[in-house]
T-cell receptor, first 114, second 112 residues
Framework: GESVGLHLPTLSVQEGDNSIINCAYSNSASDYFIWYKQESGKGPQFIIDIRSNMDKRQGQRVTVLLNKTVKHLSLQIAATQPGDSAVYFCADRDYGGSQGNLIFGKGTKLSVKP | DAMVIQNPRYQVTQFGKPVTLSCSQTLNHNVMYWYQQKSSQAPKLLFHYYDKDFNNEADTPDNFQSRRPNTSFCFLDIRSPGLGDAAMYLC???????????FGSGTRLTVV
């Protein structure tokens, strides 16, 4: 991920709508990607992951799409609920270059209106 | 449940007074990481241990040190905290092949 600046992008959605959160990464050698949810005052919580040999993976109410051509990752949340309100981070890993360390994107703050 | 536990959740320290944050894990993971997260920013990796091998990030200040006495525990030592070190400190673990990343709940450090 690319982490720059102090201002988090924000996304505001209505309860029940679908949410799409986007992330760009810069390292073409990244082979593994994770989406995390972070609530205020808590540590990042794993949502879903995807390996570079896939372009789509689905979980419960969440789908991750990977476009390696443009180095873009997205997280789709279906039927968004108030409990989904949090900051969402993407993270990517370069197994060879950085010994598997995760590099986080800047994060997106999701607000769900009831 | 297997997990990563950080203590304390909140730590207040005086400017320049050494402070230690602790992390323990019951996952038996080989790799342990320390991240610093400032307000409204993404977590930033400080260093990690692969078993007993310490790996420092190039831009981590010398003021930050770490110890890993055994597989389960890892400590973050800040030798002389400055106001700019106030942040959330996150401990994480992963398997030896860098999967299964798991984060603790973090320690919020305040420097006064």
């Amino acid at each position: 991920g690319e982490s720059v600046g102090l201002h988090l992008p924000t996304l505001s959605v209505q309860e029940g709508d679908n949410s799409i959160i986007n992330c760009a990464y810069s390292n073409s050698a990244s082979d593994y990607f994770i989406w995390y949810k972070q609530e205020s005052g808590k540590g990042p919580q794993f949502i879903i992951d995807i390996r570079s040999n896939m372009d789509k993976r689905q979980g419960q109410r969440v789908t991750v799409l990977l476009n390696k051509t443009v180095k873009h990752l997205s997280l789709q949340i279906a039927a968004t609920q108030p409990g989904d309100s949090a900051v969402y981070f993407c993270a990517d890993r370069d197994y060879g270059g950085s010994q598997g360390n995760l590099i986080f994107g800047k994060g997106t703050k999701l607000s769900v209106k009831p | 449940d297997a997990m990563v536990i950080q203590n304390p959740r909140y730590q207040v320290t005086q400017f320049g007074k050494p402070v230690t944050l602790s992390c323990s894990q019951t996952l038996n993971h080989n790799v342990m990481y320390w991240y610093q997260q400032k307000s409204s920013q993404a977590p930033k990796l400080l260093f990690h241990y692969y078993d007993k091998d310490f790996n420092n990030e190039a831009d981590t200040p010398d003021n930050f040190q770490s110890r890993r006495p055994n597989t389960s525990f890892c400590f973050l030592d800040i030798r002389s905290p400055g106001l700019g070190d106030a942040a959330m400190y996150l401990c994480a673990t992963s398997t030896r092949d860098y999967y299964g990343y798991t984060f603790g709940s973090g320690t919020r450090l305040t420097v006064v």
